[in-house]
């Protein structure tokens, strides 16, 4: 199976800071990945898909970069609304897996 | 504008079989593309893919969890069902289906989301 390794699993920022999450892959998924942002009690939403593409309506933000094992969501001044917990998907090898979660939260 | 949402017990009991259904609105399960598919969330953990099906039958599960899982769709009522059978409580967890399109790639994004729902498994 496809671990997906995420970090940092928890952050604290003040608003308005760059936030960077990173996510690592065992072998290169050739930027067959995606990042959801979760809020409590609500479903995933996505933000990126295949690594770098804005998903419709997602402010600009964020954004999402990498390549072969190592792939970036960076949000690029924090808001207070973007309190959440995110994932990153891989979908190039079966099973489908998602990373374990980083909670980002405002200091 | 696509809508989905999860039905079924909130609680079942250990050994049982669990049977979700995902009805869905605003697009037709019946191309290559477009697929559905099943996610669960243990409480305070991650999300786990379990199981996807697409238009054109395509049918893809967990190998982890295959032995036990059957995905299948009826498309002139716009569901899509999901059976797990000899459920354990560390089965317990939200259940979420999604809506999957293939952008890139063999499969693809979970673009749309049901509000997800909670299954007990408890005696």
């Known amino acids: 199976d496809m671990q997906m390794t995420q970090s940092p699993s928890s952050l604290s920022a003040s608003v308005g800071d760059r936030v960077t999450i990173t996510c690592q892959a065992p072998?290169?998924?050739?930027?067959?990945l995606n990042w959801y942002q979760q809020k409590p009690g609500r479903a995933p939403k996505l933000l990126i898909y295949?690594?770098?593409k804005l998903e419709t309506g997602v402010p600009p933000r964020f954004s999402g970069s990498g390549s072969g094992t190592h792939y970036t969501l960076t949000i690029s001044s924090l808001q207070p609304e973007d309190v959440a917990t995110y994932f990153c998907?891989?979908?190039?090898?079966?099973?489908?897996?998602f990373g374990g979660g980083t909670k980002v939260q405002i200091k | 504008q696509i809508t989905l949402k999860e039905s079924g017990p909130t609680l079942v009991k250990p050994t049982q079989t669990l049977t979700l259904t995902c009805t869905f609105s605003?697009?037709?399960?019946?191309?290559?593309?477009?697929?559905v598919g099943w996610i669960r969330q243990p409480p305070g953990k991650a999300l786990e893919w379990l199981a996807l099906?697409?238009?054109?039958?395509?049918?893809r599960y967990s190998p982890s969890l295959k032995s036990r899982l059957t995905i299948t769709k009826d498309t002139s009522k716009s569901q899509v069902v999901l059976t797990m059978t000899n459920m354990d409580p560390g089965d317990t967890a939200t259940y979420y289906c999604?809506?999957?399109?293939?952008?890139?790639?063999?499969?693809?994004?979970?673009?749309?989301w049901g509000q997800g729902t909670l299954v007990t498994v408890s005696s």
């Open positions: 999604a809506h999957s399109r293939t952008t890139s790639g063999v499969f693809g994004s979970f673009d749309y």
């Open positions: 605003g697009f037709s399960l019946n191309t290559a593309k477009v697929g």
């Open positions: 099906i697409y238009g054109d039958d395509d049918e």
């Open positions: 072998q290169d998924i050739s930027n067959f």
């Open positions: 295949d690594a770098s």
């Open positions: 998907q891989q979908f190039d090898y079966l099973p489908l897996s």
